[in-house]
């Protein structure tokens, strides 16, 4: 089990950049792979992007690729979603969450995932 805390949300507007941070703890967590999902309010949680601890394998949905991009520290134990030209769209609670998975099918899938954070609100303007 890992414990997971994110950070940096915020209310920017349409066209700006916003950093993600999710602070990990727990034993062997560089065994897992993390992931970022949203919500928005009536939606279901949606896969956003994935990552292994040493950078050299990540996922992105259709949606965010080439806007955001995820990226790990493992001197800091933090994984991040930096998320630039952001739309109204975009507008969810974002959530830090660990799988054993390795895969894209179930990387991708929330229920692969076996721990998750508060998650930190994003909301962007038009």
């Known amino acids: 089990q890992v414990q997971l805390v994110e950070s940096g949300g915020g209310l920017v507007q349409a066209g700006d950049s916003l950093r993600l941070s999710c602070a990990v703890s727990g034993r062997t967590f560089s065994r897992y792979r993390m992931g970022w999902f949203r919500q928005a309010p009536g939606k279901e949680r949606e896969f956003v992007a994935a990552?292994?601890?040493?950078?050299?394998?990540?996922y992105y949905a259709d949606s965010v690729k080439g806007r955001f991009t995820i990226s790990s520290d493992n001197a800091k134990n933090t994984v991040y979603l930096q998320m630039n030209s952001l739309k109204p769209e975009d507008t969810a609670a974002y959530y830090c969450?660990?799988?054993?998975?390795?895969?894209?099918?179930?990387?991708?899938?929330?229920?692969?995932?076996?721990?998750w954070g508060q998650g930190t609100q994003v909301t962007v303007s038009s």
């Open positions: 969450a660990a799988t054993v998975f390795i895969d894209y099918e179930r990387v991708r899938t929330m229920k692969s995932y076996h721990d």
């Open positions: 990552i292994n601890w040493s950078g050299s394998t990540t």
